[in-house]
């Protein structure tokens, strides 16, 4: 059996990674990305957790957070690819009409 | 533990034998660098244009009606293991959901963004 | 093998989930209607809406005195619901008739605008609702996403679709947070269940348990991205200034009401009034957002950019009756967003009517001597301006007043003369649109203002009730108190 600490320490260093690539990358896709690092890195704490606790809450949790991002994603694709339809980028530096 | 001697074995054969024949194939091969050598492999054919080409926006859709429809399919499974302990009361649940879903498809079809052309 | 049983829904239950069911049979309903085709110019999405929301407002304001526990504790029906149920209706409701003409003119008349406005009224509903911090999570996305798209609806439009990006790039990413804080809480407590964790909690306490504080910490961040606090109200702005303006009427009354609803119930609910870490964390958020939102306020031109600002700056006050807690301090919070929501929505519905056809006139110098030519709406600005710089006699200073009451009852006389030297600064940038307003001559073309009859109702009904809460705030407060009373 795994030790719960080192799935809790995987899930952690999953979302660092995605908070430091949505803070440092420039293109929107890879920004997204990283936003789904951070929610599937919740996603391997919560089943971490519902196996420490042999509960099946968390894995419950898991379904949803999974049908979310999903939708998240059909949104934020939708969003994106209009952009590049509209403006031929999808690096947010050169996204900058708005400002003040 | 034992058992999982030959695995490791294993392993260690098939990465010697890679790492080896890379290693022995850069010993021994004669280097000669020319324009069609270091052009992209595409099965011998002589390459075509780029190979970094626009995705027409049309498979965006389809992937992202896919990703829609397929996701949902994750809550038919713990359902479909706990049916008989659900009884009707998780049947009618479901079958709202998938009526859901399914208002969600007939609007599809009727804004057309299933047709490929 | 033993069966699961089924919950069991008296008739009064089926009354408290009236609201939930209506509105998305009536976001359904108008999908499906997309088959019958309309006659071009027809208002019937608008209509329909507006019965949707009515009917919702209605199902639960007959089960108003009804405290029910739904759903195994995931769906609470008490005052606290009710009061935010019939709150949100009336937004959406509001919004909807300063849509109505707005969006034929800016050419994005489209069912799904509408349907769209529904989820995200939905959404809103379930994160006051919601007793289990999994439901918050889906209301608060449902919310999320109708916003983004709605926010993006002139998809032409480069600024809007730029909004949308951004709100969406930023909104995710908070959502990201919410949901790791979440993911730990559980991990914590061993419960999402806000009543579970609080009884958790009660017996032992988990004071200084880095896995419970980290927590609680992603969470509160997660909810001041929604709510717009500085510092993570880097959105607000852009969100507000590039999408359709009947959608940032919607989204700054409605998002932040939602935001801190959710908030008030996770922090009264389950962590036994705000925790004490959190005391000094929310007083510096408090802090930094009312000056941050009103000093840069000053500096804006764009109507709808210094309304954001504004915005941001209310939220900075809510957050001082946070601060101080306990029942008084959330009824103050509950007063003072009732209030907040309906100035802001006038004024934002004001500059829905502003420009002809498809031109916007959003920049502070075309209100230019509007208010001799458009008398109605010279007033109506006015009042929405003196209610949202907080003097009498209007809604927007009692809401001060009560916040700034409870405050100094909780002994935050710091946080309270900060708050004061705020809405005196707050004042000169309100005052600014009442001087363009009367004083004023226009510099080229004047501004035009496009009439129609729903979004005056809708103007009517703000400007009366910015005015009678100014005067008769009593019932409100009382009501927001009773609503209260079930959290603590």
């Known amino acids: 059996m795994i030790p719960i600490s080192w799935s809790l320490a995987l899930s952690a260093v999953l979302f660092v990674i995605g908070v430091i690539g949505v803070l440092v990358r420039r293109n929107a896709l890879v920004i997204f990305m990283s936003i789904e690092l951070m929610l599937n890195a919740a996603n391997l704490a919560f089943v971490a957790f519902s196996r420490d606790m042999q509960s099946l809450d968390g894995q419950v949790f898991v379904f949803f957070v999974m049908t979310v991002a999903a939708a998240e994603v059909a949104v934020g694709l939708a969003i994106i690819v209009n952009m590049f339809r509209l403006r031929e980028t999808v690096f947010v530096d050169e996204i900058n009409l708005l400002k003040g | 533990m034992r058992e999982y001697i030959p695995v490791l074995l294993f392993l260690l054969v098939a990465f010697g034998f890679a790492a080896g024949t890379i290693a022995l194939s850069s010993i021994i091969v004669p280097l000669r660098r020319n324009a069609v050598k270091n052009s992209a492999y595409e099965c011998g054919v002589v390459p075509m244009g780029d190979a970094r080409q626009r995705v027409a926006i049309k498979f965006y859709l389809v992937a992202v009606l896919f990703i829609l429809f397929d996701i949902e399919a994750v809550f038919l499974y713990p359902w479909a293991v706990a049916f008989r302990q659900l009884g009707l009361y998780g049947l009618v649940e479901m079958a709202l959901f998938i009526v859901v879903l399914f208002i969600g498809y007939v609007y599809l079809l009727k804004k057309r963004a299933l047709e490929w052309e | ?488």
């Open chain 3, 1 to 488: 093998m033993t069966p699961v049983p089924a919950p069991q829904l008296i008739a009064l239950d089926w009354w408290a989930l009236g609201a939930v069911i209506a509105l998305s049979a009536g976001a359904m309903l108008l999908l499906l209607l997309e088959f019958v085709p309309a006659k071009p110019g027809s208002s019937r999405a608008a209509v329909l809406s507006l019965l949707t929301l009515a009917i919702s407002a209605a199902a639960v304001f007959v089960a108003r005195d009804a405290r029910r526990s739904i759903f195994d504790g995931m769906f609470v029906h008490d005052g606290f619901t009710v009061f935010f149920t019939l709150l949100f209706c009336a937004i959406g409701a509001v919004s909807v008739l300063l849509s109505w003409d707005y969006v034929r003119r800016t050419g994005i008349h489209h069912a799904e605008y509408y349907v769209l406005l529904l989820c995200a009224t939905l959404g809103m509903i379930v994160m006051a609702a919601s007793n289990d911090l999994i439901t918050i999570f889906v209301g608060l996305e449902l919310m999320s996403l109708g916003l983004y798209v709605l926010v993006g609806f002139r998809r032409a439009h480069l600024e809007s679709n730029e909004a949308a990006l951004k709100y969406f790039l930023l909104g995710a990413f908070a959502s990201g947070f919410l949901l790791y804080g979440i993911a730990l809480l559980y991990g914590a407590t061993g419960t999402t269940s806000l009543t579970r964790m609080a009884a958790f909690l009660s017996e032992s306490p988990l004071r200084g348990n880095p896995m419970f504080v980290a927590g609680g910490l992603l969470l509160l961040t997660g909810f001041a991205f929604k709510v717009a606090a500085v510092p993570f109200h880097m959105w607000t702005p852009d969100a507000y200034d590039g999408a359709p303006t009947s959608v940032t009427a919607f989204m700054s009354a409605g998002a932040k009401a939602a935001g801190f609803a959710a908030l008030l119930r996770v922090g009264l609910t389950a962590l036994g009034g705000m925790p004490a870490e959190w005391g000094p964390i929310l007083s510096a958020i408090a802090i930094l957002t009312m000056t941050v939102g009103n000093v840069t306020a000053l500096l804006q031109t764009n109507l709808k950019r210094m309304l954001a600002y504004s915005s941001i700056a209310h939220a900075g006050y809510i957050l001082v009756a946070l601060v101080a807690g306990g029942r008084d301090g959330a009824s103050a919070a509950l007063f003072y967003l009732a209030v907040y929501s309906f100035m802001n929505l006038g004024a934002f519905g004001i500059v829905t009517m502003l420009g002809r056809g498809r031109e916007e006139r959003v920049l502070v110098s075309d209100l230019a001597g509007l208010g001799f030519r458009q008398p109605l709406v010279g007033l109506a600005m006015t009042v929405f301006m003196i209610s949202l710089g907080g003097i009498p006699p209007t809604a927007g200073f009692m809401g001060k007043v009560y916040v700034f009451k409870v405050a100094l009852g909780a002994g935050l006389v710091p946080l309270v003369i900060i708050g004061v030297l705020n809405s005196v600064v707050s004042v000169f940038y309100y005052l600014r649109v009442t001087v363009a307003l009367y004083m004023q001559e226009p510099q080229g073309e004047p501004t035009e203002v496009s009439w129609a009859a729903p979004a005056v109702v809708a103007l009517l009904v703000t400007l009366a009730l910015t005015l009678w809460w100014g005067i008769q705030a009593h019932d409100l407060l009382l009501e927001a108190q009773r609503s209260v009373m079930g959290l603590l």
